[in-house]
């Protein structure tokens, strides 16, 4: 059991959907409100990482981050360290390919909230955003509790993306995923199979704790 | 006072004026998509019109042409959302708190207060879902009221409720409203419960205001032919005004009826005129009387419906080419007079009631 690996996976997941909450929330928040006429390329592009061969995503990542690159020369001179194959590389790539399973349920959580509901709130002198904390958020909560288990979870388990863009460095940026399949490269069975339970466990653990909570939810939610 | 102009041509036309006085029920009546509800949203500030004026109390809260734009939160609107839009994931009292702006200590007696004033004790823990239709619209009402608003604005607020529980309602908003001082203004497209709550009517159609008076003012004698449709007058017919024995009077087919007030009308003029089904009096078969003079008619009953102790009869009258003309009478005169279906019977237009109309 490589526990190095699993500590890079659990910090790398936990950064991007702690990320994710205002990232996420902040754009859903504009597409829930905003009716413009380029509304469907932006959803398109955010929508992407998801129908895009990691591959392809992880070239463009790549590339992007690369030292010739605005970013990779942006962070070369703030740091001095490369930002493609280190693990904040990892950690914003990560953000880019989670973002749709982020902004996805909170636009729809976010959308489903009745505009009158808001426009109550208005009138019961709420200013816009005490209405955001006291009215929309806790509406929006099923949704955006979804985004982060979906974000955290498809984090973890992405092998595509990480290979391209961290490479495989011990402690850096060598994830679970990457481990297991090293391992089975390497045949040693028993490690990948200790691995590839727990982040089945994990998966399982998380995605049934969203459906419960929801369903919950729904059932307080319902008018 | 709440004095409201408004004026857009898009993206609907709309050219309001109404004003209410503190105390005041106004009723805001139309057809679905006359724009009552746009009216209402412009009270509150949740749109602006193109161009028009809102003032309250004195506080301007819209002006277009000195750039005044209030938000809804700086109005002091209380508004009862249609299908209520109360906040589904607060109990009842929080809901109501979350309106209230005094100071914390007094929240929660405030907030029994409020619910107390609604019929609600005892509901406060509730959640939205666990109410019925009609208590929803209790919080509602006691959310809007919650703010102390300087106008309570009821958007269609029975719309969601039964029959039944919608008469409960309308008996409970009476009492509410002798304990309110602010300008009332209710949406509805139902006339009756219009002309029941309010203490005026606003006529509105495609979205302009035609006429504004008491309910008796409105639906009796409205401006003109176009308001007496909107507002479902039952009789409404046109004529010629002749002059006839030295008088001007109304030459309605063969009939040369007599009308009390004929002041702004000139003989030769087109005219249309309304009469309410009330005000057509039924002549004693056997016990003939002096009224019986006021332009009398003889028609035949077509078709007779009770409801609730009142008879309307619908009547052919003779030398008409077959108009129909309805009346409205007490269920014990039309069984003491033997009325049946098929019958002649004899009737006077009171000239007093006829309202006469330009197109």
């Known amino acids: 059991m490589d526990w190095q690996a699993f500590e890079v996976s659990m ?33 398109a592009i955010i929508t992407l990482p998801l129908v895009l061969p990691p591959t392809v995503l992880g070239y463009f990542l ?19 360290q490369s930002l493609a194959f280190s693990f904040v590389g990892l950690w914003f790539a990560s953000v880019i390919y989670s973002l749709p399973f982020a902004v996805q349920p909170m636009l ?33 909560w099923p949704g955006i509790i979804t985004a982060m288990v979906l974000s955290f979870s498809h984090t973890l388990g992405e092998f595509g993306v990480v290979l391209m863009i961290g490479g495989n460095i011990a402690g850096e940026t060598r994830t679970l995923s990457i481990a297991i399949y090293d391992s089975v490269v390497a045949f040693e069975h028993q490690q990948a199979q200790s691995m590839s ?21 729904a059932r307080v939610a319902v008018l | 006072m709440l004095k409201v102009k408004l004026q857009q041509t898009r993206p609907a036309l709309l050219d309001v004026e109404l004003s209410c006085e503190k105390g005041e029920v106004l009723a805001l009546v139309g057809p679905s998509g006359a724009g009552k509800s746009t009216v209402l949203r412009c009270i509150a500030g949740l749109q602006s019109p193109q161009h028009g004026l809102i003032s309250c109390k004195g506080h301007t809260w819209f002006d277009s042409d000195e750039k005044v734009k209030q938000t809804p939160q700086q109005r002091r609107v209380g508004m009862v959302f249609q299908n209520y839009a109360l906040f589904p994931h607060l109990t009842v009292m929080e809901n109501i708190k979350l309106a209230l702006d005094s100071d914390k200590s007094a929240h929660h007696e ?13 509901l406060e823990q509730r959640y939205p879902h666990q109410l019925s239709g009609g208590q929803q619209q209790r919080v509602a009402i006691a959310r809007a009221l919650a703010r102390q608003p300087e106008v309570l604005l009821l958007d269609e607020p029975f719309s ?12 409970e908003l009476n009492t509410l409203r002798r304990q309110l001082d602010m300008p009332v203004i209710l949406v509805t497209h139902d006339l009756d419960e219009a002309a029941m709550l309010a203490d005026s009517l606003c006529v509105i159609h495609q979205g302009v205001t035609l006429q504004q008076g008491s309910p008796e003012e409105v639906l009796f004698r409205p401006d003109n032919v176009a308001i007496a449709r909107q507002v479902d007058a039952r009789n409404v017919f046109s004529g010629h005004l002749v002059e006839h024995e030295n008088t001007l009077k109304l030459k309605w087919y063969e009939h040369f009826i007599e009308i009390a007030s004929t002041s702004g009308f000139r003989a030769g003029q087109h005219v249309y005129w309304t009469l309410s089904p009330s005000k057509v009096l039924l002549h004693q078969r056997v016990r003939k009387s002096r009224g019986d003079h006021e332009n009398p008619l003889i028609g035949t009953i ?26 409205d009478l007490p269920e014990h005169v039309a ?17 007093d009631a006829i309202h006469l109309m330009t197109e």
Not at chain 1, 17 to 42: D, E, H, T
Not at chain 1, 68 to 79: C, K
Not at chain 2, 160 to 171: E, H, N, S
Request: proline share 2%.
């Open chain 1, 197 to 217: 339970l727990i982040l089945l466990a994990i998966a399982l653990v998380t995605i049934t704790l969203v459906y419960t909570f929801n369903r919950k939810q």
């Open chain 1, 11 to 43: 910090s790398l997941a936990l950064l991007t959907c702690l990320s994710l909450l205002p990232i996420g929330l902040a754009i859903a928040y504009f597409l829930a409100k905003s009716n413009f006429v380029g509304r469907g390329f932006i959803e």
């Open chain 1, 62 to 80: 790549l590339v992007g981050m690369g030292s010739d690159s605005f970013l990779g020369s942006l962070f070369v001179s703030l740091t001095g």
């Open chain 2, 335 to 351: 069984m003491r007079n033997g009325l049946k279906i098929g019958e002649t019977i004899s009737v006077s237009l009171l000239a």
């Open chain 1, 108 to 140: 729809r959580s976010l959308e489903s909230i009745a505009p009158e509901i808001r426009e109550a709130a208005w009138c019961s002198g709420l200013s816009k955003w005490k209405t955001f904390f006291k009215i929309e958020l806790p509406l929006a």
């Open chain 2, 302 to 327: 077509c078709e007779m419906v009770n409801l609730r102790g009142i008879t309307t009869l619908i009547l052919k009258i003779e030398h008409t080419n077959g108009i129909n003309l309805q009346m």
């Open chain 2, 160 to 171: 969601a409720v039964d029959k039944v529980t919608r008469r409960k309602l309308y008996l």
């Open chain 2, 110 to 122: 405030h907030g029994k207060h409020l619910l107390e004033q609604v019929n609600l004790s005892g």
